[in-house]
């Protein structure tokens, strides 16, 4: 789903993989994550012994702070660090529960995870000495944030190269090479999500979600839907089959 505040999540134990912007992460015991809004977060699968913690921030401040827009900082926490996390957790959990005046203490409470994140994430590029992007991997972020950002889905790969302004042949070689997927696997990951999101409307027409998917034919579309999750979009909407995530 988009997710209109800020998101943390904290994957206590276990193991899990999280989809964020048709990207998938693999998280284990002490990795914790934070993204911007509008971003496009899931859960797809997670082992059994898994504990998640989750935040929905909105927090106006937040803006100002050094958290890319469409890329998740993520992070492994040490030890010393999971337990000052685990502690905050249960500081922002009892004061929510107990909806009393103490919005002011919620609020620092959020900040140090935030900071928390964001210090471990620095550091940490910089023992790696992070390095600048190179040219193939500024276009693919490029592409990827276009693909994320549009109000609907182009099922061309010529509209994206075209804003890019390079041929449609280049950005299909650097994003294979880049992210040993091609450019299509990405349009299609949105077509899937974004057409789930539009298919829980049941008062938007299949004929609408169709179109808005970047299908000419209602036929179309759902060959495609079908293909890429094994049920119709009607199966879907009516919730008369489960996808896996």
């Keep these: 789903r988009?997710?209109?505040?800020?998101?943390?999540?904290?994957?206590?134990?276990?193991?899990?993989?999280?989809?964020?912007?048709?990207?998938d992460y693999s998280l284990k015991g002490g990795d914790i994550f934070l993204v911007s809004p509008y971003n496009?977060?899931?859960?797809?699968?997670?082992?059994?012994n898994s504990i998640h913690q989750m935040l929905a921030i909105d927090m106006p401040e937040l803006q100002y702070m050094k958290i890319p827009a469409y890329k998740p900082i993520m992070v492994h926490l040490s030890d010393s660090d999971k337990e000052i996390v685990e502690h905050t957790f249960g500081i922002i959990n009892n004061i929510v529960r107990s909806r009393g005046p103490q919005?002011?203490?919620?609020?620092?409470?959020?900040?140090?995870?935030?900071?928390?994140?964001?210090?471990?994430?620095?550091?940490?590029s910089r023992r790696l000495e992070h390095k600048r992007l190179s040219r193939d991997e500024e276009i693919t972020e490029d592409f990827k944030i276009i693909l994320a950002t549009e109000?609907?889905?182009?099922?061309?790969?010529?509209?994206?190269?075209?804003?890019?302004?390079?041929?449609?042949?280049?950005?299909s070689t650097i994003v294979k090479r880049v992210t040993g997927k091609t450019v299509m696997y990405w349009i299609d990951q949105k077509t899937v999500y974004y057409s789930k999101l539009m298919l829980q409307n049941k008062e938007v027409p299949l004929e609408t979600v169709a179109i808005q998917s970047g299908f000419k034919t209602l036929a179309q579309f759902c060959r495609f839907f079908k293909?890429?999750?094994?049920?119709t979009p009607t199966e879907y909407r009516n919730g008369l089959k489960k996808l896996p995530y």
């Design 2 to 23: 988009y997710t209109p505040e800020y998101r943390i999540v904290y994957l206590k134990e276990g193991t899990a993989v999280h989809s964020i912007n048709y990207e």
């Design 40 to 48: 496009i977060v899931s859960l797809k699968r997670a082992s059994e």
């Design 103 to 124: 919005n002011n203490i919620l609020e620092k409470a959020v900040m140090l995870l935030v900071n928390m994140i964001i210090d471990v994430e620095t550091e940490t």
């Design 151 to 171: 109000d609907v889905v182009n099922r061309s790969v010529k509209h994206y190269s075209d804003i890019i302004e390079i041929t449609d042949t280049y950005l």
């Design 227 to 231: 293909t890429k999750t094994g049920i």
